[in-house]
């Protein structure tokens, strides 16, 4: 069986290198990428599983990201998990608002992200059942 396939976009190199260790370690397939330019060349060639989206990167914001993801079909079903500092009611409420699937602020315990791809994978596994 093949490993689900994660893309962490995150500018930080500390966090992308914890996401990429502990999920690894935890059975998923972990590709990161400091900003946007790198993630969209991957994104043409293979498709992820599930992506964790900062929205404070230098080149592209993740908020921007997020509504091309949305909009265009290949990309728009993808799960995405907002991870990032920006924790004000109006951030998550926009994250949510432009399709995040869930949205967490740092700093955030790495094993509680773990939890919420599972919970994901779990909802999006059922209706692809139905």
Request: charged letters at 30%; aromatic letters at 8%; proline letters at 4%.
């Amino acid at each position: 069986m093949n490993k689900p396939l994660l893309y962490c976009v995150e500018d930080e190199e500390s966090i992308r290198g914890l996401v990429a260790y502990v999920l690894t370690g935890h059975h998923y397939e972990v590709h990161t990428f400091e900003g946007s330019t790198s993630f969209w060349s991957a994104l043409e060639k293979r498709r992820p599983d599930l992506i964790l989206l900062d929205i404070m990167l230098d080149d592209e914001d993740g908020l921007t990201i997020l509504r091309k993801l949305r909009s265009q079909p290949a990309t728009a079903a993808i799960p995405v998990i907002m991870l990032t500092a920006k924790g004000d009611d109006m951030d998550k409420i926009l994250g949510l608002e432009y399709g995040a699937d869930d949205y967490m602020t740092k700093p955030f315990n790495i094993l509680e992200v773990k939890a919420r791809i599972r919970t994901i994978f779990r909802r999006t596994t059922m209706m692809q059942r139905e």
